[in-house]
Nanobody
Framework: QVQLVESGGGLVQAGGSLRLSCAASGIILRINDMGWYRQAPGKQRELVAAMASGGMTNYADSVKGRFTISRDNAKNTVYLQMNSLKPEDTAVYYC????????????WGQGIQVTVSS
């Protein structure tokens, strides 16, 4: 079993910054892709950013140039640095981690609220 613990969300004014963290623990042999998704009220969950084990990244067009995903493989942790935040970034953010453990599967974090005020 693998657990994901997210932290770093909160309330920030437009133009501000936040840094999200997601730490994985449990029976982990290897981690493949790590990523962040978000879901705003009344909208579908969408990919924000992802990073493969080799370092290749993928960003939603709406966050390119403002958000940066990174990972610390030694700590099984993925980060999302969010700068120049906009009200439309308001959502619940979820981390997603592909784990090779007892079996291979994706795990989701519990979700963390990010609110950007105008």
């Amino acid at each position: 079993q693998v657990q994901l613990v997210e932290s770093g969300g909160g309330l920030v004014q437009a133009g501000g910054s936040l840094r999200l963290s997601c730490a994985a623990s449990g029976i982990i042999l290897r981690i493949n892709d790590m990523g962040w998704y978000r879901q705003a009220p009344g909208k579908q969950r969408e990919l924000v950013a992802a990073m493969a084990s080799g370092g290749m990244t993928n960003y939603a067009d709406s966050v390119k140039g403002r958000f940066t995903i990174s990972r610390d493989n030694a700590k099984n942790t993925v980060y999302l640095q969010m700068n120049s935040l906009k009200p439309e970034d308001t959502a619940v953010y979820y981390c997603n981690v592909g784990v090779i453990g007892i079996r291979a599967r994706d795990y989701w974090g519990q979700g963390i609220q990010v609110t950007v005020s105008s």
